[in-house]
């Protein structure tokens, strides 16, 4: 699956369900949206990646960060140059920590590349605590920060494609709660979708930044 992803980036197919923005000067943190069906799930919650960069700006390795484990993978032409080590102890370790409140990170290494992901996990920092199993300590990157990084607002255009996005929510729940109105039951119900449709219809950038500058004085 990393592979898959890094090529089709490298290739210009971002979708619509892979959102980026960069952490690094060489690693983007992103939330990807899987087109398989995940069971029992009516909104099935994003896969953590990382995706490193070399100085080409080419997409050249990826560490999925899959809640009960990590993987990671690098193209072939593009290992053994430390773009995966260094990305992970300045960068990507740092970040998962921080967002799981410094707890202890599992490692699961398999395959054909078992002794060149072992070596990657050693100097990362984890211990080998199973046959493929390898932990890293939640105390081992405490006081360690994250370099500081501009983000890029977004764009007018991007804003538009958005705002449409929106638009389009509120008229399917406009449609539901006309399905549910012409049953002539469940009047709260379809008081509440109105309500809905009407704020996805009627959102404005920058009123939510407004409102906070309004509350701190």
């Known amino acids: 699956m990393l592979r898959d992803l890094i090529r089709s980036l490298n290739k ?9 923005h960069p952490i690094s000067e060489n690693v983007e943190y992103a939330k990807v949206w899987t087109k398989k069906k995940v069971e029992n799930a009516v909104f ?18 990826a ?3 899959f809640d009960l484990s990590l993987e990671y993978y690098v193209l072939s032409d593009h290992r053994k140059m430390g773009y995966l080590t260094n990305a992970l102890k300045d960068t990507i370790l740092i970040h998962i920590l921080q967002r799981r409140n410094w707890t202890t990170l599992k490692l699961t290494i398999k395959g054909r590349f078992y002794n060149e992901a072992e070596r990657v996990a050693y100097t990362a920092g984890f211990n080998k605590v199973g046959t493929y199993t390898y932990e890293l300590p939640p105390d081992h990157y405490k006081g360690f920060e994250l370099p500081e990084v501009n983000l890029v607002p977004l764009s007018s255009a991007k ?13 399917k729940v406009f449609q539901v709660k006309t399905e549910i109105e012409m049953s002539q ?20 950038w920058g009123q939510y930044e407004h409102q906070k500058k309004l509350q701190a004085y």
């Open 12 to 20: 210009g197919s971002k979708g619509v369900d892979i959102f980026t």
């Open 185 to 204: 039951s469940e009047p709260q119900l379809i008081q509440e979708l109105a309500e809905i449709s009407n704020r996805l219809k009627n959102i404005k």
């Open 63 to 65: 560490v999925g960060d």
């Open 44 to 61: 099935p919650a994003p896969w953590n990646i990382y995706l490193i960069k070399n100085p080409e700006n080419l997409y050249v390795g």
């Open 159 to 171: 804003k538009r494609v958005i705002k449409s996005k929106l638009e389009l929510l509120a008229f």
